[in-house]
């Protein structure tokens, strides 16, 4: 998890829903975390923490940082008034990178999301803290007295699911060095596909692992661990010397401790799923005794307990709504048209930095020997499909977006990364013909199919590659 937490004043709205709790409640809580990131998954547990326990009937709010999870309720409120609900009783539940009480709560739950120290933050809590840990991995690094077990089961279901391509099918080797650092002789970096915490989208990874035939984990502790396996992509953890073996016990199907155990065996993703729907039925149970050790009641009990709820939701509703509606009251057609051209000049820089990316890309493939590359470009088996659009436009009915792999090109994006991508694609929907990505494609061996205005299709093989 980033250690990063702001104490600047958070959104306005904030304060406003914080006033509206009733000073003669029982209490709630407040959740102190950097602001909402899609690629940190400690970060989003804090968030949908929040969100849980104001489904439960609880007053929560996120403090710290300056960014809330906007799919979530899990509103913001800026640190002093965090700490004035404190001071009347609310619980303030800490990640284990915060030091020390910032708030000065009197009652403080600790939830351990990584090893103890090792993002920062304190290696030993107050005895005073009640603490929970996240998964059985961190367990045996807490020298505290523990509370109990909170596990938030955070994986999209619907983005990472196996659509049992055979292993012989899978050919597109990755890797991720996340929090850890890159470890030499392990494996070729030039021969794999790099996923970083940046690229590719989230939206994405799904597709890229159900056609990935191993992901190298050089990061110990990461979700895209059990993302990959229900996508039934085998993982090799490389050890970083955070974990131990022992610390992961029984290792599941397809999940490989080290290059020497890896065998190339198959995830059993069925039992996993199993697994995992087990997890989400134990977190609820998990997050009540949570509330019982906390001490702290909902605002009322049965009807008038969501009552109160729901009347904490409205204010919430109002408070967002009511600048919206008398903005757009006094929004003039000159005002439409200023809104419109600067979303039109944000897409026009995009793209263009894309464009001078892949010229990049370009550039490096010309003054490199490509003599091995083109050697070697029909040597692997391809399953993914994918999609680039750059300067064009989508159009539909040419493939499907759902299940096809779009192609992004970032400023960290590799001449190598892109090669071995495409060495596993069967194909690339290109619809901007012009694009360097066009030349990239075809020296990896990708056949390419050009996709002109009004749907017409050229399709361009490999040999078709000119000096």
């Known amino acids: 998890m980033p250690s990063e937490i702001s104490s600047k004043p958070c959104q306005p709205r904030g304060t406003a829903i914080a006033q509206s709790v009733s000073p003669q409640g029982n209490g709630g809580f407040v959740i102190f975390a950097p602001s909402y990131v899609t690629n940190s998954a400690g970060i989003g547990c804090l968030y949908r923490l929040c969100h849980e326990l104001r489904s439960l009937g609880f007053p929560a709010f996120m403090t710290g940082g300056q960014r809330t999870a906007q799919h979530l309720s899990a509103p913001l409120i800026d640190l002093a008034e965090a700490g004035a609900l404190c001071q009347r009783g609310f619980t303030a539940?800490?990640?284990?990178?915060?030091?020390?009480?910032?708030?000065?709560?009197?009652?403080?739950?600790?939830?351990?999301?990584?090893?103890?120290?090792?993002?920062?933050?304190?290696?030993?809590?107050?005895?005073?803290?009640?603490?929970?840990?996240?998964?059985?991995?961190?367990?045996?690094?807490?020298?505290?007295?523990?509370?109990?077990?909170?596990?938030?089961?955070?994986?999209?279901?619907?983005?990472?699911?196996?659509?049992?391509?055979?292993?012989?099918?899978?050919?597109?080797?990755?890797?991720?060095?996340?929090?850890?650092?890159?470890?030499?002789?392990?494996?070729?970096?030039?021969?794999?596909?790099?996923?970083?915490?940046?690229?590719?989208?989230?939206?994405?990874?799904?597709?890229?692992?159900?056609?990935?035939?191993?992901?190298?984990?050089?990061?110990?502790?990461?979700?895209?661990?059990?993302?990959?396996?229900?996508?039934?992509?085998?993982?090799?953890?490389?050890?970083?010397?955070?974990?131990?073996?022992?610390?992961?016990?029984?290792?599941?199907?397809?999940?490989?401790?080290?290059?020497?155990?890896?065998?190339?065996?198959?995830?059993?993703?069925?039992?996993?799923?199993?697994?995992?729907?087990?997890?989400?039925?134990?977190?609820?149970?998990?997050?009540?005794?949570?509330?019982?050790?906390?001490?702290?009641?909902?605002?009322?009990?049965?009807?008038?307990?969501?009552?109160?709820?729901?009347?904490?939701?409205?204010?919430?509703?109002?408070?967002r709504a009511a600048p919206m509606a008398s903005e757009a009251e006094h929004i003039s057609p000159l005002r439409g048209l200023e809104r419109r051209l600067r979303q039109w000049r944000k897409q026009w820089q995009r793209q263009r930095r894309e464009r001078l990316n892949s010229y990049r890309l370009l550039r490096e493939l010309i003054a490199t020997d490509s003599r091995g590359m083109l050697a070697e470009r029909c040597l692997t088996r391809r399953s993914l499909t994918c999609f680039h659009v750059e300067h064009a436009v989508w159009q539909r009915g040419i493939v499907d977006r759902s299940t096809a792999y779009e192609v992004t090109i970032t400023p960290r994006t590799t001449l190598s990364t892109l090669v071995n991508l495409f060495r596993s694609t069967a194909v690339l929907y290109c619809f901007d013909p012009y694009s360097p990505i066009v030349k990239i494609a075809l020296a990896s061996g990708c056949p390419v199919v050009l996709v002109r205005a009004g749907g017409w299709q050229q399709r361009l093989r490999p040999a078709a590659l000119t000096e």
């Open 93 to 319: 539940i800490y990640p284990e990178i915060i030091t020390g009480n910032p708030l000065a709560a009197e009652s403080v739950i600790r939830w351990v999301l990584n090893r103890p120290g090792f993002l920062g933050g304190d290696a030993i809590y107050s005895e005073e803290e009640q603490i929970f840990y996240y998964s059985e991995i961190f367990r045996p690094y807490i020298q505290n007295r523990i509370a109990g077990k909170l596990c938030m089961p955070i994986i999209d279901e619907a983005i990472f699911f196996s659509d049992d391509t055979a292993p012989a099918n899978r050919s597109l080797d990755c890797y991720y060095v996340g929090k850890s650092v890159w470890q030499e002789g392990v494996i070729a970096r030039d021969r794999a596909f790099e996923i970083t915490r940046e690229y590719p989208a989230k939206t994405e990874l799904g597709k890229l692992f159900r056609a990935a035939r191993v992901l190298y984990c050089f990061d110990n502790s990461t979700a895209l661990v059990y993302e990959a396996l229900l996508c039934g992509c085998p993982v090799v953890i490389i050890p970083d010397g955070t974990q131990t073996r022992q610390d992961y016990g029984k290792l599941e199907s397809g999940l490989a401790w080290g290059i020497e155990g890896y065998r190339g065996e198959p995830v059993d993703v069925s039992s996993l799923r199993a697994r995992y729907a087990e997890e989400k039925r134990d977190f609820h149970r998990q997050l009540l005794h949570m509330v019982q050790v906390s001490g702290q009641r909902p605002e009322g009990n049965g009807a008038a307990c969501f009552h109160s709820v729901m009347q904490l939701d409205t204010f919430e509703s109002q408070s």
